[in-house]
């Protein structure tokens, strides 16, 4: 495959090959539509992140399920976010009254779930619940967490199935560690 083609001084190590990923996908599957049982599901995707995990993961879920979508842009850069948040993609239908569970592709800091979960609450879901593929509790500065989490990681960066690192390797099939070559 072509994905050692990386930015010359990065390399990639592979952390969670797509078999493993797909194991778990359907470990939280099977534990979201127990829990959820008889109740319609509207889940709501974060982009672009959560796009992969959220194409595999509502393909697992036996529910009556609903999809949408919300992006929103971030001031500042990676390592010293603002935490200001501009919606650039809203809701296409209301979700009030609704069972929400949102997707998301990595909890890092918590500061943009948790400004995303204001933004939800504020539109009266009947509740709303998280699901976020990967985890980093130990980079946390905001208290949130995630009801189902499918990998918790330490402080590295992760790449592929959905993830960028400026945009690239959101194709990648498996997670990849993403590091400056010594
Ligand atoms: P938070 O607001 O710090 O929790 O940041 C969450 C967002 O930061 C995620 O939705 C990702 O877009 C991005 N992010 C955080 N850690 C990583 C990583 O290791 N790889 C790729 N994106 C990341
Ligand atoms: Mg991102």
């Known amino acids: 495959m072509a994905v050692e083609s990386t930015a010359p001084g990065a390399e990639l190590e592979i ?21 959820y049982q008889g109740r319609p599901v509207r889940l709501v ?14 393909r697992q879920l036996d529910l009556e399920v609903t999809v949408d979508f919300l992006s929103f842009a971030s001031y500042g850069d990676a390592a010293q ?13 209301s979700i009030a009254g609704q ?10 800091t918590g500061q943009t779930f948790e400004y995303l979960r204001g933004v939800l609450e504020a539109h009266k879901p009947r509740s709303l619940k998280a699901v976020t ?19 918790t990681i330490p402080d ?4 592929g199935y959905g993830l960028d690192y400026a945009q690239k390797y959101r194709n990648l099939p498996d997670i990849r560690v993403l590091r400056a070559k010594m």
């Open 133 to 151: 593929l990967l985890d980093k509790p130990s980079r946390r500065v905001r208290p949130v967490q995630a009801d189902y989490v499918g990998f």
């Open 45 to 58: 995707g974060i982009l672009k992140g959560a796009w992969v995990f959220m194409a595999d993961l509502v």
């Open 81 to 93: 976010p603002s935490g200001i948040v501009k919606i650039t993609k809203d809701l296409d239908q």
């Open 15 to 35: 952390l969670y090959d797509a078999e493993a990923i797909a194991r778990r996908v359907r470990e939280l599957a099977a534990q979201i539509s127990q829990e």
């Open 99 to 108: 069972d929400v569970l949102v997707v998301e592709d990595i909890l890092d």
């Open 156 to 159: 590295i960066f992760v790449v």
